[in-house]
């Protein structure tokens, strides 16, 4: 981090991580006066704190007079693209879109409303409305005592309802949703079955395993650039530890099973493409991973820790499903699959 009396410089790259979050957020490059002044408008509108058109044009590089941007700006940024402050985005710095789009983190936002009546975060300091009371943004904790821990205190951890990982699951959750400290005032959402990335991916695993690299890259991209990422080869050449990876045949599965996975979370693909790719016994024996959820303090609730609750897959037994005892006894020639 190249930094000049506490602050990063203008070629710093996560200074440039920020540019590029905040055009993400408002829909468009900065480019001219007009669009500094639309961005300034909007900040203000949208999480009612100020930054000047100059001060933005002084991060965009448009005014080098020398004056670097302090962090109480930078932190102004920060949580208009969706994070706490600076501190929180550098910690958060290089994740995918959909990994801010569809995860809650520790210092960054859930999308919520409290009722206006008895609200659930009523109270709450780290819960904001926008300047026209529409929408509403909670800044996560889940160190103990927080909006989202285990409990208020150490000693009154609770045993359910609760992170084991010190994240939460935003996709599909309608940003409406309004809370209260009795419920939820719920609002039912479409679920897809099938939509067009799994054709698209799984046409790309099809093209793939038929040596088709050049399409199978052209049909992941489709899915890659909705998603705010640059085609797979270019990323891999640039950014991969193997640059070389999106041009092999192993590779690119490898890379293709990977996006299925991204795109996918919570979609109830995983369960399936695991055991059809053979690699469930690899990967649903091993506990998942978190984040120590009953810490007092951010620096220990950073250590990674394994998951307490049981993840065990029998092969080759879970690889099929039971067949139902009620058609067994329908016919005696079908055989229960081996180990049920």
């Known amino acids: 981090m190249t930094k000049v009396k506490g602050v990063l410089k203008k070629d710093g790259k996560e200074l440039t991580a920020l540019r590029k979050c905040v055009e993400t957020q408002i829909g468009h490059s900065i480019k001219n006066s007009s669009d500094f002044a639309e961005l300034s408008d909007t ?76 609200g659930a975060y009523k109270d709450d300091p780290n819960y904001n409305l926008t300047s026209d009371n529409t929408h509403g943004r909670l800044v996560c904790d889940f160190v103990v005592g927080g909006n989202c821990s285990r409990g208020v205190d150490v000693n009154s951890l609770r045993n359910s309802n609760y992170s084991p990982t010190g994240f939460l699951n935003k996709k599909f959750v309608n940003p409406d949703l309004v809370k209260s400290k009795s419920g939820w005032e719920y609002t039912n959402t479409p679920w897809p079955l099938i939509r067009l990335a799994e054709l698209y991916l799984s046409y790309a695993e099809c093209l793939a395993e038929t040596g088709d690299l050049t399409n199978a890259r052209l049909y992941l991209d489709k899915v890659r650039t909705r998603a705010g990422l640059p085609g797979v080869k270019e990323a891999y050449e640039q950014f991969g530890k193997d640059p070389s990876k999106a041009t092999t045949k192993e590779g690119l599965r490898d890379i293709i099973r990977n996006e299925r996975m991204n795109e996918f979370y919570l979609e109830n693909q995983n369960f399936w493409d695991m055991r059809r790719w053979l690699l469930a016994e690899k990967y649903f024996n091993v506990k998942a991973k978190g984040l120590n959820i009953d810490s007092e303090n951010i620096n220990d609730f950073s250590e990674v820790q394994e998951v307490v609750f049981e993840r065990k897959f029998q092969s080759p037994m879970n690889y099929l499903m039971p067949i139902p005892s009620a058609d067994i006894n329908r016919n005696d020639h079908v055989v229960q699959t081996p180990g049920y």
Not at 58 to 63: A, E, F
Not at 95 to 113: K, M, N, V
């Open 43 to 118: 900040i203000q509108n949208e999480i009612r704190e100020y930054v000047s058109v100059n001060t933005l044009k002084r991060i965009w590089n448009y005014i080098n007079d020398g004056n670097v941007p302090s962090n109480s700006t930078l932190s102004i940024l920060s949580r208009y693209v969706g994070f706490n402050d600076w501190e929180s985005f550098l910690t958060n710095l290089d994740r995918e879109p959909r990994y801010y789009a569809w995860i809650a983190f520790q210092d960054g936002y859930y999308e919520i409303l409290s009722a206006s009546n008895n």
